[in-house]
């Protein structure tokens, strides 16, 4: 391909496999935990830590994983308190932060808010060998991360409470996924920016459940279509004059719509894949309901029950 | 006091400003099999929950094997099953993934599952009759299927003490045997069970103590209260709190599935 004999290019390659493979291995914990939306507060968040790089002339993409980070650390707090004011809690962290980076990139010498958009919107073929080394050290964390962690993480995803009684340290546990998911924040931000951010890390982890029966199955699945997308994206970007960014992300939403369908030609003819319980088990729901007692409404019924 | 499975002292429990258990007092031994028992909203499950830690308390103190929960580390002797299982964002995750997660206090970071954790989760999911069932999605089995997994998942750890957060719940008659069957196998071994239901069922002759629970208070403690005319038909969740306490009968007829 004639694109690879450009040095951007590469790097731009590089950087966009890096964030096709980190954005849903993360992403595949955060759907599950329901924090789907947490990747766009980070990336709010992410903007003042770009604008503090811009204003002390520092990388931006250093200053960014710091304030991430610690974004992601107040926002685990926030959600630890309870629920009541956590939302408004979290609102406030997110405007500041667009609001904080805005703000800061007018004061910076010679700053524009123009220079924010290439972080807003991305710009993966400005993409700097100083960038790149920050984003493989970024992408290798986080894939160690789940390598490491991934069953504790598994158990607290699927319930916190008997992660708890499993002896897992919950706590810890829930701030490395906060932590992991803002540096594949910052991974991602430089390929398809700050405002698409959660796109690559929630639409392939999407695409990949309507195929898969397993979780470790929904993460390769998810990495595939993560990888498929960055690549293709790009290289319809560069053939077309397109913004890879966005480009990247139409291809995964293009992915996602192509798996709804498949899984609807192929329900119930997939190898193993068992129909729907309420098709095949009739008999065995009309006991369940017979011995059923009244269902809770709500995780609250349930604690009093 | 040491040796007890679980003490709780005048445990209070405060939820949203409401009390929802007024000073219980509770002993559990090891061996014992326990059945907590009391209408919805009685505190049950608060209780239980309680007992492990999960929700502080706002008044009073208890020990897991003579330990406050915060700072009790064998976490690998109890095993939690929770009422049901969450479907969170709904990712999919395979049974024997479920399963396998049961094993996760007895496994190093660094090393991948070793054959004797095969093995467990092998047995767990024998022990509740869904060996068959180890490739397929949870979300896609019945209620009383996924009840199994998660029981299934506290055997696959091995623990020496269960507790079960309504186990019967809303469960089909070849989930409710299959359950039957992996306790029983559990009292044989001399594990410590405690339970909450709303109906024992075919559990009942396994139970060698039960509370009853009315609101957040033990209201009677002793053999499993004996029901009463069609108190007893099977699906009647209906529990008789006040039934003599030396005539331990069968709570509930059961019949075996098909």
């Known amino acids: 391909m004639s694109m690879l004999s450009f040095d951007f290019m590469r790097r731009a390659l590089l950087a966009a496999m890096l964030m096709g493979v980190a954005a849903p291995a993360v992403g595949t914990f955060i759907v599950q935990r329901r924090l789907a939306l947490m990747g766009d507060g980070i990336g709010h968040i992410a903007l003042t830590g770009v604008a503090l790089g811009l204003l002390t002339s520092t990388s931006p993409v250093l200053t960014a994983v710091i304030v991430s980070v610690i974004g992601a650390i107040a926002i685990e707090v926030l959600r630890g308190r309870g629920r009541t004011g956590a939302d408004v809690a979290l609102a406030l962290l997110f405007y500041g932060g667009i609001a904080g980076g805005v703000l800061l990139t007018n004061i910076a010498p010679g700053g524009s808010t123009s220079n924010l958009l290439s972080y807003l919107f991305g710009s993966i073929s400005s993409v700097s060998r100083q960038d790149l080394y920050v984003v493989v050290g970024l992408a290798v964390a986080v894939v160690a991360v789940i390598t490491l962690f991934g069953r504790e993480l598994f158990l607290l995803c699927q319930d916190e409470e008997v992660a708890r009684a499993s002896g897992l340290p919950v706590r810890f546990l829930s701030m490395l996924l906060a932590v992991t998911a803002a540096l594949t924040v910052v991974v991602a931000m430089r390929v398809v920016g700050l405002l698409l951010v959660s796109a690559l890390m929630v639409v392939p982890v999407a695409a990949a459940q309507q195929l898969t029966r397993g979780f470790k199955s929904t993460v390769l699945v998810a990495m595939v279509f993560g990888v498929l997308s960055g690549v293709g994206g790009l290289y319809a970007g560069y053939q077309r004059d397109l913004s890879p960014g966005p480009a990247i992300v139409v291809i995964a939403l293009i992915l996602f719509v192509v798996a709804v369908a498949a899984r609807w030609l192929t329900r119930g003819g997939l190898p193993g894949r068992r129909p729907r319980p309420r098709a095949s088990h009739g008999h065995e729901r009309a006991r369940d309901q017979r011995h059923a007692v009244p269902a809770p409404v709500d995780s609250d019924a349930e604690v009093t029950s | ?258």
């Open chain 2, 1 to 258: 006091m040491t040796d007890a499975v679980f003490n709780l002292t005048a445990g209070e429990v405060r939820l949203d400003g409401r009390l929802v258990l007024r000073g219980v007092d509770l002993t559990i031994w090891p061996g014992e099999v326990l059945a907590v028992l009391g209408p919805n909203g009685s505190g049950k499950s608060t209780l239980i929950r309680a007992l492990l830690g999960l929700i502080p308390l706002s008044g009073g103190r208890t020990e897991i094997y003579g330990q406050p929960p915060a700072r009790f580390r064998d976490w690998r002797r109890i095993g939690y099953v929770p009422q049901r299982l969450t479907v969170g964002g709904g990712v999919p995750a395979t049974v024997r993934e479920i399963v396998s997660s049961g094993r996760v206090a007895r496994q190093s970071r660094l090393r991948p599952p070793s054959r004797a954790d095969r093995d467990a989760v092998d047995r767990a999911l024998a022990a509740v009759d869904l060996s068959e069932r180890g490739r397929h999605s949870v979300h896609q089995l019945s209620g009383g299927q996924q009840q199994r997994v998660l029981i299934a998942r506290a055997l696959a750890g091995e623990p020496d003490t269960f507790v079960l957060d309504e186990p019967t719940a809303g469960v089909d008659a070849a989930s409710q045997a299959a359950l039957a069957a992996a306790l029983r196998g559990l009292v044989h071994r001399d594990r410590t069970v405690v339970l909450v239901a709303h109906e024992l069922g075919p559990l009942e002759p396994l139970i060698t103590r039960c509370i009853v629970l009315n609101d957040g208070r033990i209201t009677h403690t002793g053999a499993p209260p004996r029901p009463v005319g069609e108190h007893a038909l099977p699906g009647h969740d209906h529990v008789h709190p006040h039934g003599p306490a030396d005539s331990a009968g069968p709570l509930a007829t059961w019949e075996p599935g098909p």
